[in-house]
Structures are given as C-alpha cells and as structure tokens.
C-alpha cells in the first residue's frame, strides 16, 4: 500500500490563485470581505482537520491558539515595528510554540480529558489578556496592515487588499499542508489514530508524533488568529469567544473532518450562516433575541446533524457510497 | 485568622457546589462512558426553570424541586433522543472516540442560544430563601452566611440521599451494575437501557440543584452568559477528574478540593487568576495523579 508522492501538486494552486485573482475583480465589496473571512476560516479549518481528523485530538483550544497569534503579531508590530509581513510569520511562530506546549501535556491526555483541558483553557485564557496593559485589555489592540501599495491603482479597495492577503496565506498553507499530509507524517498520524498500540508496535513514537501534530495546528491556528485580526482590525478579548472554537468545529466536521478536500465547505457556511439567519429572522419579523442567537443555533445544531447523520462529513460520505456502489456493481459483474 | 476562616468557608461553600456538578458529570459517565460537556448548559436551562417557578409562586422551595424536576425530564430526553442516535450511527468510523464530545458540545452550544432566544439576554434574578449577609462572632463579621451554611446542608443531604440510593436500594444495585458491567446486568434481567436514562435523570437534577445555589450563592443574576455557568462547567469536570470520574465520593473530595484550592489563589495570590487557576490545577493532577484520588485504573492516559 506504500504510495508515492513525489509531486507537490502545486499547478491546482496556482491556478485556484488565478481564478480567485479574476474572482476579486469582478464581485461587489462585500462579497470580497466575505471572501476573505472564507481564507481564514479556510486555513483555521485545516488546523482543526490537522489536528481531530489526522492525528484524533479533540481540541477547543484552537480559538485561544488564534487569540496567542493575533495578540503576537499585533504586539510584535506595534511595540517591536516588525514589518506588518514578518508578523504573520511571529504569529505562526508563537502559536506553535504555545502549541508545542500544550500538545507535550496533550500528548499524555486521551479523548474526553483533552477536550476538557483545552475547554479550561479556551474560556481562561482570552480573560487573561485584560491582565496586561501590553495587550490593551477589553479595547484591544490596533492591527493595521496598512492601505493598499498605490502601484495597484487607485481603484484599488482595502478589503481586496485584505482578500488578496488572506486568499494568499490559506492557498500557501492549503499546499504546504496537503504536501505533509501525504508525507510518512501524515500517515504516522493517521497510524495512531485508527490504533495506537499498532501504530507503537510499527515502531511509531505516537507521543511525539501527536506533539508535531498540535504543534503544526497551533502554528496555523495563530496565523488565522492573525488573519482574523486584519480583516476586524483590531484584536481583543471579544473577538475568540468559546463560540469561535465551536464554529470551527462544524465547520470542521461539515468539511468532513477526515480530509482536507472539503475545508472549502465548512468555510463557505460558516460565513454563509450569519447572512442565512439574517434572512430568515428577518422574515420571521422576530424579535432582538432571536435574531442574535440564531447564527448559534445554526451552527450547533449544525454541529450536532453532521455528528448524527454524516458523521465523516458529506463530501466523504457521498465518496464512500460511490465506492461502495462501484464495488458492487462490480462483483455483479463477474 | 478571621481570613484564613474566610477564605475556607468561601472555599468549602464553592466546592460543595462544584461537587454537585461533578456528580452529574460521574453519573452520566458511568451510565454512558460519555462526557457531558452540556452539563453546565442543562443545568443552565434548569436554573430558568426554577426562575419561572419563582416568578409564579414566589417561594424558593418549590422552585428548586421544580428546577430538578425539570432538569431531569430534560436530561432523560436527551439520552434517550440525542445519545440512543449517536450510538446507532456514530459508534464506528473514524470519529466515533470524538463524536459524543462533539455532540454534547453541539448541544452545548443549542441550548445556550435556545435560552437566550427565549429568556432573552438580560440578568433576571432568584433571590434566595435565606439572608447572604455574614454571620458575626465575637465582633467580627464573617463571610460566611445563613444561606451559604443552607447551601452546604442541602449538598450533604443531597448527596446522603444519593448515597443511600445508590447503595441500600434496587435502582441502587442496578445503577451500580450497569455501571461496571452492562453485559452481564443485561443477562441478569436489568434494564440497561432504562437504568441509563435514570442516570442521566439524576445528573440532571443534581445539575439543577448546582445552578440554583450556584446562582443564589452569587449575587442572584441569572443570564444565559453569566460567568457562574462558564465557570460551572469547567470547574465541574475539573471536579470530576480530580476524584477519578468513576466514583461519587472522589467527585464529593475533588470539588470540596478544588472549591478550597480556587479560594486560595484568589484570596493570597490574585483575584485575576479566577479562570487560569482552575485550568493549571487541572494540568497538575493530570500530571501528578492522572488516575485521580480515589480512581485505580489508568484510562484517561493515552
């Protein structure tokens, strides 16, 4: 079953990069911000898929992971003046290092027990924030990439600078991360999760191989953090609420959650669903209350449809009937 | 001195509450092998109904049973709808291990949004049946108050009537059994499928219980973003690792523990670690004794 890959499958990229770039001119302002949310859930997607699909670590702790790379590139930017490009590069830099750390003691914790540490640590830790004056407290702080180079032309609009940024970031990341995923990596990590005696009976290090796991989603998870940030603005507190680590997750297991294919799925919703609860709030007429809590509605309930009824995803679910109806079609044949 | 004494009964007051909701955590667990993160937000729902019942009635003794009751009809619900689904199409493939963290999470998450949709956003307020103004002895005012010394009462005799149900009685024995051995419960002619949506009952009221006192125990705001509740859930199945996840006088000690251990840091270490202590206690213990106090087997390393 040794496959090799020794292509990096880099042409799909360039031209999704192509496509994009023709895409951006021609739709209307909101639409290109929305794109741009779409790059980072993209890329805050594949962290979760990394992490829960491939290597079988349930973690909320990615919404805390985004709020240490915003607040770093943010810091590192304003007090330190590192050029606004390197602090997308610090950003990933910290997380991961956060990461690593968290995936040492991960790495000791089995389902249920990860989940709840990273649930204590993704409702501790944005709050801890408003302990230092460095990190601007419940205000936050400024991120500004900064307008648009005027060798774009005048037309040239900040959120398109913003899409172009972030469609950037996610295609490099999406290759990168397809590249190891069919690397000896990526199959050690889904070596230990489909069993981890074997995988360790095999000669795997399935302690170390679960840290480089959180390590590199942690790494991705700050650079969406950062993405994040420079599409709002600012970073503070607010902005990855424990509400962030659970849209991550339906977006996660929507994109179905054993492949990187269909993270584009999990991304479009997941910015499609605030405009769909607009509508249909607004056509109910109802009430305030009603209208702020739908998104969340949508999104858990969502969250717990996808687990019911197409526990590996829809994508994955519609491929394994293919197969399955391939496979009988043939030995019918024979 | 008198601080020392405040800072234990603050500690021993908080815990007992914790402690409840480390029970509902343990029951669920050995009733399904399934950790509730809904736990806090069940027990949240419970807490508005208790609310209703006192807007009605205006008496504090008939909300909480009203809130129990409530609570577990709720819980119960969910297992049997919720859970019995999930066991029938996500026990095999590659998620099944996360897919009941994730469903739970999920109904986390709808019935926040369905509270807030219904209740609305703002504080509303249970007033509790007794003062919170401290008692005073020898001059000195404690913090300790008539309604904490009732919250602490209620938590023990709770949990004396746990205890005898769950060894003096039938339901008790078959509560026990399925607990530890479903297969051969099931041939000795228990219900297995029953005795778990009992389980999850219980854990439902003694959740309620949780977010009544837990609500008085503040300072009587109820909203569906109120602190109590975030805190509830963590502290709860902080609660619940710490005595073993298997035993309910483990779950009893782990949240008097961490009740006492919380009360400490914010009293002489700093008021700002109020969510980042909770989480370093829990790291410790999972490095230290990651069997919990009372547990024996190692099944939450990986």
């Known amino acids: 079953m040794h496959k090799r890959h020794n292509s990096s499958h880099i042409i799909p990229f360039i031209l999704g990069g192509v496509v994009l770039y023709f895409i951006s001119g021609m739709v209307d302002e909101l639409r290109v911000y929305q794109g741009a949310s779409i790059a980072v859930y993209v890329v805050a997607i594949s962290s979760i898929i990394l992490l829960t699909g491939y290597s079988g670590q349930v973690s909320l702790g990615n919404g805390a992971l985004m709020a240490v790379g915003a607040y770093a590139a943010a810091v590192s930017h304003i007090s330190w003046h590192i050029p606004i490009i390197l602090s997308f590069f610090v950003a990933v830099l910290v997380a991961a290092l956060a990461g690593a750390l968290l995936g040492a003691a991960a790495a000791r914790l089995s389902g249920p027990y990860l989940a709840g540490t990273t649930l204590a640590l993704a409702i501790g830790l944005p709050s801890l924030a408003n302990q230092f004056s460095i990190l601007g407290g419940e205000q936050g702080l400024l991120f500004d990439v900064g307008f648009p180079p005027l060798s774009l032309g005048e037309n040239f609009t900040q959120y398109k600078w913003f899409f172009w940024i972030a469609a950037l970031a996610a295609l490099i990341m999406m290759w990168l991360l397809q590249n190891i995923l069919q690397s000896r990596y990526g199959r050690t990590w889904r070596a230990g999760r489909g069993n981890e005696v074997a995988a360790q009976l095999a000669g795997i290090n399935t302690g170390r191989s679960k840290i480089l796991a959180f390590t590199l989603s942690a790494g991705l998870a700050g650079l969406a953090g950062a993405m994040l940030s420079m599409t709002i603005g600012t970073v503070s507190p607010s902005a990855f609420p424990l509400a962030l680590s659970f849209s991550l997750m339906t977006g996660a297991v929507l994109s179905g959650i054993t492949t990187l294919g269909g993270v584009i799925i999990g991304a479009v919703v997941l910015v499609a669903i605030p405009e769909i609860a607009d509508v249909v709030a607004h056509r109910l007429g109802s009430s305030e209350s009603v209208t702020t809590n739908l998104p969340g509605l949508i999104v858990s309930g969502l969250l717990i449809l996808t687990v019911l009824f197409v526990p590996n995803g829809p994508v994955e679910q519609h491929r394994a009937r293919k197969a399955r109806h391939e496979a009988e079609h043939n030995s019918s044949k024979k | ?302």
């Open chain 2, 1 to 302: 001195m008198i601080q020392l004494l405040n800072t234990i009964l603050i500690g021993v007051t908080a815990g007992g509450i914790y402690s409840l909701m480390a029970i509902s955590i343990v029951l669920v667990w050995r009733s399904t092998r399934v950790i509730n993160f809904a736990q806090a937000g069940m027990a949240l729902l419970s807490t508005y109904f208790g609310y209703e019942a006192m807007v009605q009635l205006n008496s504090f003794w008939i909300a909480l049973p009203v809130a129990m009751i409530g609570g577990a009809i709720f819980a119960a619900l969910v297992e049997i709808i919720l859970m019995r689904l999930l066991v029938k199409h996500s026990s095999t493939g590659p998620i099944a291990s996360v897919a009941p963290i994730i469903a739970t999470l999920g109904l986390l998450g709808v019935i926040r949004a369905v509270v807030s949709m219904i209740w609305g956003g703002q504080d509303v307020r249970i007033t509790g049946p007794l003062s919170n103004d401290g008692f005073s002895v020898g001059g000195e005012t404690l913090v300790f108050s008539p309604l904490k010394l009732l919250i602490l009462v209620s938590v023990v005799v709770l949990m004396l009537l746990l205890s005898i149900l769950f060894q003096k009685t039938n339901i008790g024995l078959a509560l026990r059994a399925s607990a530890y051995a479903p297969e051969i419960a099931r041939l000795s002619g228990v219900k297995v499928d029953l005795v778990r949506t009992l389980g999850w009952a219980l854990a439902g009221a003694a959740g309620a219980v949780a977010g009544m006192l837990q609500t008085v125990n503040g300072n009587g705001n109820l909203s569906p973003d109120s602190i109590e509740f975030s805190l509830l859930l963590v502290s709860g199945f902080i609660a619940a690792v710490i005595g073993g996840l298997e035993s309910l006088v483990g779950a009893v000690i782990g949240g008097l523990l961490l009740g006492i251990l919380i009360s400490f840091v914010l009293m002489y270490v700093s008021s700002a670690l109020f969510f980042i202590a909770p989480f370093v206690i829990l790291l410790a213990v999972l490095f230290i004794r990651p069997q919990g106090i009372i547990g024996a087997k190692a099944g939450r390393r990986a």
